[in-house]
Every structure is written in structure tokens, then in C-alpha cells.
């Protein structure tokens, strides 16, 4: 096996050594100062995941559903409860509802740095390639009685250096689309020839709270179900796309339990990679999802997503476009005429959905849960009930919460997604997940998969822990990720799947304004573009600074 190197993750190694050594001096020559505030607790962020951590213990956190992410400011204040856990002393308090308050979020700069290929998940609007990857972020927050506006956007630059391309038999642009499915996702291998770089809107958003409803337009992503690293319909692995949203701002009450939910509409679109003709190169993006809280059941979630692809028809038809997720056909009774272009029964649209539930146990710092989703409309009931598993994807999860000395907590956490073709195609047509074959971009948005790209490519498993302490946290991931499948049933032969195996090590370290994160990921990818065994070395270093919120002193 031949590995090409770079000098690039090497140089952003060593940066992120000697931020370390700095920060551990000055750790251990001042105290720690509460610069952060939870208003950075955006999806798939630090903060938002040590939220999720706290939520394994009734002492640390008010219980609060974790399956409708991200959470506004009033949500996030609603989560706290006590000031207890091992970051107690780090972040601010969320400012009191109803207050006039105007923060400069604190800015920062992250270097990523990928040695012979892309690799990166659930960056958000970034895309890593291979060279070094600039991202910068900033930006400011008002809350003024009810009305919250977040302007946060985030700009990157991808080097988007030269690396042996799979051939997916068309040339041209067309080279870089997706290689096993060019014409059926818009998941390109390679954006282009040369720098990519994007200024994003980011997790700014607009949001009135009034009477336990919550109103408004966002480009934040978001994350819909229980996962945290392989969601199967919506998580943080694409850029968000600008929608408005309507949802319930605080559970609602049904005297059996409680329900929280949210519905969007909004605009997805294309990168310059896509088989889509012009008149196809928008779409509109609709769901729906909701989680139901028995009462007496310990905090037990239940609840349902759906997500529509549909032709764009301009902002002035959103209305109709929020409307789809709740009055779209649930099966398609028979009329499999909806599939075809040539009816007057065809329905222009694709729609993803699934049924998911998590159960915490609080007293023993546990959590399990699961999801199960398709990505074609049964024909009817009867279909559903005697081939299931057509066209479907699951996922399981588990995660555990181990105490320390009480300033330390260690989280044990685990995925398994599976969404691979089943030996139902020897009899009827299948496809991998988030492939459409009329709006062919799939599930995405602007290039990258809306939910995880390890299910892209059939399925794939998440081990991992993390280590929070009073100056900050050390993560350890293990990622197998299935990045291409054949379009059939398995795979003929060890050779012809392609499947990433990854170690990622993660430090984040506060000292008083400044949070340093640093990072070295290893790659070890069996049967590239099913030609040969390939690695990649990653290394990642970012800083935020700026004073940021005070808390009170303790």
C-alpha cells in the first residue's frame, strides 16, 4: 500500500502541541474566568453535547426532549436547572426572558488540514478537502422581549488540493460527481479544480416566542431524532438551508404526556456539480417532526419525522410547502402511477420518514435508543407490514454516563446505523438511502448529505468517549464508515467494498477568554473507489476568544 503524505497536517500538529503546552501553563498559573455563555450551544457543538451528557442526570440538568435540536435561547435556559457539573464554573448563565440584551458572540478560527483526501463529518456548512481548510465564524445576538435575532455566519476556504479522482465514466465537470451515483445524488467527490470556498449564513436565525409558541426564519442546522454522530434524516453533516419554521417553544402539555414539535419549509439547493437540469436546480425542503413524553415513563421519547423534496415554486408558495409533511399520502394505496412521470397521477416529489424513540434512565446515568426510517412509500399498509424492511435504514444507540470525583464525568457512548440493500432486490428494485431518481440531488443540500454519510454508502458504526474535567474535554472516536455500495445485495467479493475506518482524538482546553481545540484523525480506507487500500492523516487546531458573558462569581 502506497500512502501519499502531506507536510500540512504535520505543521498544524505541531501548532496544536505547542497550544496545548501554552494553555496548560496558563492554566496552572491563573484561575479560569466564565467568558463562554450557553448561547453557543448550536447544533453539533461543544456546548450542545455536554448539554446532552448532563441530561443523563436529574441533578446536572433539567430534563428536556433531545430529539427536536437545536434549541433556542429560552430551550437552553430551560435545560440548566442547577449550576452543577464540571463546567459549572466556565459558562455564563442564559440572560433572563424578557430582557433587552445585545452579545458579541465570540468569534473564532479553525485550521483543518487532510493529508491525501477529503474527509470530515458533521461540519456543518464546511467542507474539508484534501490541503488546508480555513474556517472562520463570528458574529452577535439580540434578545428583545420575545423576539431572539442571531447573526452568525461562517466562512471557509478549502484548498482543495489534487487527489486520484473515481471513475464514475462521464468527463468534464461531470468527473467530479458522485462515483458510483452521478446522476442520482448530488454528492460531488471533489468540489472542482481548484480553492472552494463559500461565506454561509451560518446559525443565524430570526424567532418570536410568544405563549408557548415559537415563529420564525433560520439557516441554523438541525438534528431530528436520537442520534448525535449517524442521524439518519437531519443532523449537522450539511449546511442549513434558510426556512421558517413553526414549533412549540417549551413541551405542551396533553394530560397523558407531552408533545413537542416542529414544522419547516424552506429553499434547498444544488452544488455546481449536480445532474439536475435548470428547470429542477431548486427544491423546495418540508418536514415534520414530533416527540411524544408519556407521563410516568421516566422521560421516555417517542415520536416521528418526515421530510418532502418538492419542486421550488418560489417563496410565495411556503405556505402550501409547510403543509406537505401533514397532508401528503402516507402510502401510496395502490396508485404506484405516482412514481411515474408519464401519469396524471404523478406526485413531483420525494419524501424520507421514520419512527424513533429514547429512553433515559436518569438514577443510572443510561440511555438507549433507536430509530426506523424509509425512503420509499409503501404501496399500502399490507406492503409495509410484509416487506419492511424495503428501502429502510435503522439505527441503535446507547450512552452512559460514569461519575468522577465530582468535578470530572466520563460519557460512554455508541451508533450502529444500517441502511444497506436487502435481498429483497432479487425480486423487487431497491436503492441505497438518499438516492431520488426525479430530483436527482437527494437528500442533500448544496453538495453534502442532510443526514449521516455513513448510511449514504450503505451504513456504518460509531464508538466513543468522552472525558469532561474542570479546564475542558478529551474526546476518542472510532468511526467505520461504508463510503461506496454496489447497487445490489452485498458485495461479490471482500474488494468490492469500499469502507473507511477512522480514529479521531480530540482536545478541547479553557483558559479564561480562550477555548483551544486540537485534534489528529487517522484513516484507514479498505478498497478506495474499489482500486487499492488507501490512509489519510488529519490534524485539526481552533481557537475562540473574545470576553464573552461573565457569570456571577461562586
Do not use: C
Not at 443565524?204 to 448525535?228: F, K, M
Not at 469500499?498 to 480514529?503: E, F, P, R, S, T
Request: aromatic share 8%.
Amino acid at each position: 500500500m502506497q500512502v501519499r503524505t502531506s507536510r500540512t497536517p504535520l505543521a498544524v500538529a505541531l501548532v496544536v502541541a505547542a497550544a496545548h503546552i501554552g494553555v496548560e501553563r496558563a492554566a496552572a498559573q491563573s484561575s479560569l474566568r466564565p467568558t463562554r455563555s450557553w448561547l453557543e450551544a448550536t447544533t453539533g457543538s461543544a456546548l450542545e453535547a455536554y448539554l446532552r451528557a448532563l441530561q443523563l442526570d436529574s441533578t446536572l440538568s433539567t430534563p428536556f426532549p433531545q430529539t427536536v435540536r437545536g434549541f433556542s435561547v429560552r430551550q437552553l435556559a430551560a435545560m440548566r436547572g442547577s449550576d452543577a457539573g464540571p463546567w459549572r464554573a466556565l459558562v455564563a448563565p442564559v440572560p433572563r426572558a424578557g430582557s433587552l440584551v445585545v452579545r458579541v458572540l465570540r468569534p473564532s478560527v479553525q485550521l483543518i488540514a487532510n493529508s491525501s483526501f477529503p474527509f470530515g463529518m458533521n461540519d456543518g456548512p464546511v467542507w474539508a478537502g484534501r490541503g488546508l481548510t480555513t474556517v472562520v465564524r463570528g458574529g452577535a445576538l439580540v434578545l428583545a422581549g420575545p423576539l431572539t435575532l442571531r447573526l452568525e455566519p461562517v466562512a471557509f476556504r478549502a484548498e482543495n488540493n489534487a487527489f486520484t479522482l473515481a471513475d464514475n465514466g462521464l468527463a468534464g465537470s461531470a468527473r467530479f460527481r458522485d462515483p458510483v451515483s452521478p446522476n442520482t445524488i448530488d454528492d460531488p467527490q471533489r468540489f472542482g479544480a481548484g480553492a472552494y470556498q463559500r461565506i454561509d449564513l451560518g446559525y443565524s436565525e430570526l424567532r418570536a416566542d410568544r405563549l408557548g409558541v415559537s415563529v420564525g426564519v433560520s439557516s441554523a442546522p438541525q438534528s431530528w431524532g436520537p442520534a448525535t454522530t449517524l442521524p439518519i434524516i437531519m443532523g449537522p453533516n450539511a449546511p442549513g438551508f434558510l426556512h421558517v419554521f413553526l414549533e412549540t417553544s417549551r413541551p405542551v402539555s396533553v394530560f397523558v404526556g407531552r408533545v413537542h414539535a416542529r414544522l419547516i419549509a424552506g429553499r434547498l439547493d444544488q452544488s455546481a456539480y449536480s445532474a439536475a437540469p435548470d428547470s429542477l436546480a431548486l427544491r423546495a425542503g418540508s418536514g415534520f417532526v414530533a416527540a411524544f413524553l408519556p407521563r410516568g415513563l421516566g422521560g421516555l421519547e417517542v415520536g416521528a419525522t418526515r421530510f418532502f423534496h418538492s419542486r421550488w415554486r418560489g417563496w410565495g408558495r411556503i405556505g402550501s410547502a409547510l403543509r406537505m409533511p401533514l397532508e401528503g399520502l402516507l402510502f401510496k394505496r395502490g396508485q404506484v402511477a405516482v412514481d411515474n412521470p408519464e401519469s396524471a397521477q404523478f406526485l413531483a416529489d420525494n419524501q424520507l420518514a421514520s419512527l424513533f424513540f429514547r429512553w433515559p434512565f436518569a438514577a443510572a446515568g443510561f440511555e438507549f435508543y433507536g430509530e426506523y426510517a424509509r425512503e420509499d412509500a409503501a404501496n399500502d399498509l399490507r406492503d409495509l407490514l410484509a416487506e419492511p424492511d424495503h428501502d429502510s435504514a435503522y439505527l441503535l444507540g446507547v450512552r452512559h454516563l460514569i461519575h468522577g470525583d465530582g468535578q470530572r464525568l466520563t460519557l460512554v457512548r455508541g451508533e450502529w446505523a444500517n441502511g444497506r440493500i436487502t435481498q429483497l432486490a432479487r425480486v423487487r428494485p431497491q436503492v441505497l438511502f438518499y438516492l431520488h431518481n426525479l430530483l436527482v440531488q437527494g437528500h442533500t443540500n448544496r453538495g453534502q448529505v442532510l443526514g449521516s454519510p455513513a448510511l449514504r454508502g450503505g451504513g456504518g458504526a460509531n464508538v466513543g468517549v468522552d472525558f469532561y474535567g474542570p479546564t475542558g474535554r478529551t474526546s476518542i472516536d472510532f468511526h467505520r464508515i461504508q463510503r461506496l455500495a454496489m447497487l445490489s445485495e452485498g458485495a461479490a467479493n471482500a474488494h468490492q467494498i469500499d469502507v473507511q475506518h477512522a480514529l479521531v482524538v480530540e482536545r478541547s482546553m479553557f483558559v479564561r477568554g480562550i477555548d483551544v481545540v486540537g485534534g489528529l484523525t487517522g484513516v484507514w480506507e479498505l478498497n478506495r473507489d474499489y482500486r487499492h487500500d488507501a490512509a489519510n492523516v488529519g490534524a485539526t487546531v481552533g481557537v475562540r476568544l473574545g470576553s464573552g458573558d461573565r457569570a456571577p462569581s461562586r
